[in-house]
Every structure is written in C-alpha cells, then in structure tokens.
C-alpha cells in the first residue's frame, strides 16, 4: 500500500499543482465571504445531519448481520465498530483501505475473509440500486418550473436505466454467476489477463453474496435497509444545505434537487486518496452547486467542506475511540486488510 500511494500522492500533488497554477488568474475567490458563510452557518442543521449519518452505521451494521445469518448469527451491536473504523480507515488512508471492514468482521465474527468479502460486494451492490432508486423518484416529482429541470429528468432517466440494469445483472449473476464470470474472464481477459481474472472473482463474490440471502424475507429486510439508509445520506446533504441560512440558493434547497448533489459529491469521492482526495471532492461539489443552483462560488465552497466534514471528518473521532476499544492499529489494519485482500482476491 506505501508504494502505491506514494505514487498515487505525487500524481494528486502534480495536478492538484497544475490547476491552482492554471487558475490563478481565472477565477475571483472572495476569501472574506467564505469565512462568513462559515460564520454564520447554522448549528443546529448541522446536528441533525451528523445524528443522521451516524444512523447509517447503525443501518450499516444491521444490513450485514441480516447478509450473514444464513451462515452466523451475529448481533448487529457487535458489527458497529467495524463500520467505523473501516469508514476512518479510507477517510485518511483513501481506497486501498477499502477491505478494512470485511477484514474487521471476518476476525470478530470467526468466518472467512473470502465470505465477508462475498458480503461486502453484495452490499456496494444494494448501495447502487438503493441510491438510484430514490434518486430516480426523487428526480420524478422535480416541478418544470424549476431551473434547469431537463437536467434533472435526464439524470432520473439514466439512473432509471441504470437501476433496471443492476437488477438484471443481479438476476443473471444469481442463476449464472459462474457462465457471467467465465464470459468476463473471456473477453475482458483478451485486453488484459489480470483485469479479468479480477472481474470474474468479483462477480462471483457476488454471486456468493446473493446466494447467501436463502429467503425473500432476507432479500427485502436488506433492500428495505438499504432504502432507509440511503434516504437518511441524502437528508443529510438537505440538512447541510439548509444550514447556510444565508444563501437562499441552499437554504431552500428541497430534497428532488439536493439528488444532483449527492451524485456529484460521490462522484468527486470515486478517486479517495488520503487527504488529498477531500479537496478534490470539495472542488467537485462546490462546482456543481454553483452551476446547477447559481450558488455564490464562495458559499458552494463553504457548503461543500461543510458537507466534507458532516459525511467524513465527522465520523473520525469515532473511528479513533472503536479502534482504542477493539485494540488495532488504524494503519495496521488498513495494510493488513490490503494484503490479506490482495491474497484472497489471486
């Protein structure tokens, strides 16, 4: 992990370089308005969005014991630190983290990394179709009157398509893993040999993962976890939103316009590198609330490292007292994880 993050440190800290240097002249930043708007921002919003994302790793937590009952029965009370700390994990060491938490549980819980890992693959998957679900019917009620309200129906088409699309590739996985894998190894495989030995394991990852909910009923506790959890991240960029009393433009956000949002704050945080990547993602989101809601640039700014702080920063505090409680090492685990991941994954 050290190698690969170092050159992954020196490429952000080159173009992070290049586009202050390329920029600095192009764009009038009021440095003096961004302090007030942080100044002014309202507390109490801010509180709520924080209890509610802290609700998500309660959320999180249940999700993966109802995945794993059919082969432990595990009390989500004793998932909840490794949620934490795995989520800390990749806010201050960026993606290589990523396996922290299935490394975590697979050690309390005494089952496979292999098997966490299965579970883990089917939970980013209930992630895509949860949050394109609601993006899509929040997207469906977005009045025509609103500014740029093609934008929006477009947006609700494409995560509509690509909602049926997660599904039928579920459905196929489910009854064909091992024919999708063999056809991912073939063809990606003919590009790159290690690409799709790496696909074709994940898909069957998957696989394992949705043949381990044995019932409907597992099926739509996780789908119906999955919603609710969903539904309070995007209350939380609402809340954030509304916290900048100040800023008509965001403080009368509403919920079908706050989708766009979301999508571009998780778009900005695909490439997580350590530290660095928060900056990218303030960046992100800071200039798609100034275009698609005419925020003041300054206000965006402050909005989208407030938003930073409620979703990530927010959680590490937390992240540090679990692991003091669980006795690990934040970067031991991390590169434990990596390698043991790395291993399971050949």
């Known amino acids: 992990m050290n190698k690969r993050s170092g050159v992954l440190w020196a490429v952000a800290v080159g173009v992070l370089a290049v586009v202050v240097f390329w920029f600095r002249d192009r764009i009038h930043f009021d440095w003096a308005m961004f302090w007030q708007q942080l100044r002014f921002v309202s507390v109490g919003y801010l509180a709520v969005g924080m209890a509610l994302n802290y609700g998500t790793f ?43 938490r299935p490394y975590l549980i697979a050690r309390r819980v005494g089952l496979s990394l292999s098997s966490q890992i299965a579970v883990y693959t089917i939970e980013r998957m209930f992630d895509l179709g949860a949050a394109a679900v609601i993006f899509s019917l929040a997207l ?46 073939s063809t990606v495989g003919l590009l790159s040999k290690p690409a799709g030995e790496s696909i074709a394991t994940h898909i069957l990852g998957f696989r394992d993962g949705l043949n381990a909910l044995s019932s409907l009923r597992d099926f739509g506790m996780v789908s119906l976890i999955s919603l609710l959890m969903w539904g309070a991240i995007a209350l939380v960029y609402v809340e954030t939103a509304h916290a900048f009393v100040q ?45 698609f809601y005419g925020a003041p640039i300054e206000a965006a700014t402050a909005c989208a490292a407030m938003l930073l702080v409620v979703t990530t920063v927010c959680i590490i505090p937390a992240g540090f007292v679990f692991s003091r409680v669980e006795h690990v090492s934040l970067k031991k685990v991390a590169e434990e994880s990596e390698s043991a991941g790395a291993a399971v994954l050949e």
Not at 68 to 93: C, E, R
Not at 250 to 273: K, P
Request: positive net charge; hydrophobic residues 55%.
């Open 140 to 185: 469906a009620f977005t009045p025509k009157s609103m500014p740029h309200h093609d934008i929006f129906v477009r947006s609700g088409v494409l995560s509509t398509g690509a909602t049926l699309a997660i599904a039928l590739f579920a459905v196929m996985v489910r009854w064909a893993g091992t024919t999708v894998a063999r056809f991912a190894r």
């Open 247 to 291: 800023t008509p433009e965001l403080a009368g956000l509403t919920f079908s316009r706050a989708m766009l949002l979301m999508a571009a704050s998780m778009g900005g945080s695909l490439l997580q590198l350590p530290i660095i990547g928060w900056f990218t993602q303030i960046a992100v989101t800071a200039a798609a609330m100034h275009a």
């Open 58 to 100: 309660w959320l999180r937590a249940v999700r993966w014991s109802v995945l794993i009952s059919p082969t432990k029965k595990v009390p989500a009370v004793s998932l909840v630190a490794g949620q934490f700390i795995g989520f800390t994990a990749v806010g201050l060491f960026g993606r290589p983290a990523e396996l922290t």
